[in-house]
C-alpha cells in the first residue's frame, strides 16, 4: 500500500466549476502536510500547506482531518490556468525534510 | 533571483554506462535534496544533504547511485552501470536550512537509458 494515495483522474471540469479532491496518508505519525502543483513536464511548486484548522488562499481551500488520516483540497471557480496535476504531499515528524508525495491527481479545465 | 539549476535537462545513455547529473542549488541555500520521479508517479526521496554531508540517503536505490556535495553548494549525483529501470525525471530541490523550509525544485534532468 502508498503511504500517500490519491485518485489519478483526469477530472475534465468546466471553467468556472468547483472541484474537489481527496488524498489519504498511512503513517499517523505524519506532521507536515502540503498540496503541491505540477504542470506537464515542469517541476513541482508549492500550492499551499495544510492545516488541522484548515486554510483558504484565494480560490483555493486544505482541509486536514487527522483522525481519518485525509487531505483535501477545493478549488472554486476554475480557470484554464489550473490544469495541472496536483501531488497530495505529507512528511514524518523525526524526518520532515523527506518530503512523500502521492502519484498526483490530474485536473483539466476545458473552456 | 535565481532558482535551482540542473544540468543537463536531457540525457540519454546506454545501459551499463556512467552518468553524472549536477544540480546547482539557490544561492545560500544550506540543504539540498535528489528526488527520482517516474512516470505517472510523485517524486520519490532518494538522499538529503546537510552542507557537505549526506544527512540521509536512506532513499537511494542501491550501491550504483551516490550523490556529493563537496563544498555545500552544487552536487552530483552519480549513477554506475546504468540500467534501463533507472530511467526517470531526477530533480534536485533545495531549502534555506533544512527540515520544515519551503523546498524549491529545479526542473529536473530526464535520464533516459536504452
Known amino acids: 500500500r502508498k503511504e500517500v494515495e490519491q485518485d489519478p483522474g483526469p477530472f475534465n471540469v468546466p471553467e468556472g466549476a468547483t472541484v474537489a479532491f481527496n488524498c489519504t496518508y498511512s503513517?499517523?505519525?505524519?506532521?507536515?502536510f502540503f498540496w503541491y502543483r505540477q504542470d506537464c513536464r515542469k517541476e513541482p511548486k508549492l500550492l499551499m500547506s495544510v492545516y488541522s484548522s484548515g486554510n483558504e488562499d484565494g480560490r483555493f481551500t486544505a482541509q486536514l482531518n487527522r483522525a481519518s488520516q485525509y487531505i483535501s483540497l477545493l478549488i472554486r471557480d476554475s480557470k484554464l490556468s489550473d490544469s495541472a496535476t496536483y501531488l497530495c504531499?505529507?512528511?514524518?515528524?523525526?524526518?520532515?525534510?523527506?518530503?512523500?508525495f502521492g502519484s498526483g491527481t490530474r485536473l483539466l479545465v476545458r473552456p | 533571483g535565481a532558482g535551482v539549476s540542473q544540468t543537463p535537462s536531457n540525457k540519454v545513455t546506454e545501459k551499463g554506462k556512467y552518468v553524472e547529473l549536477r544540480c546547482d542549488p539557490i544561492?545560500?541555500?544550506?540543504?539540498l535534496y535528489w528526488y527520482r520521479q517516474s512516470l505517472g508517479q510523485g517524486p520519490e526521496f532518494l538522499i538529503y544533504f546537510q552542507g557537505t554531508g549526506a544527512a540521509d540517503d536512506s532513499g537511494l536505490p542501491n550501491d550504483r547511485f551516490f550523490a556529493v556535495r563537496p563544498e555545500g553548494s552544487v552536487s552530483t549525483l552519480k549513477i554506475q552501470r546504468t540500467e534501463r529501470g533507472d530511467s526517470a525525471v531526477y530533480l534536485c530541490a533545495s531549502s534555506l536550512t533544512g527540515p520544515g523550509d519551503e523546498q524549491f525544485f529545479g526542473p529536473g534532468t530526464r535520464l533516459t537509458v536504452l
Open positions: 503513517n499517523s505519525a505524519s506532521q507536515s
Open positions: 544561492s545560500g541555500h544550506t540543504a
Open positions: 504531499v505529507v512528511s514524518a515528524m523525526d524526518s520532515s525534510y523527506k518530503l512523500i
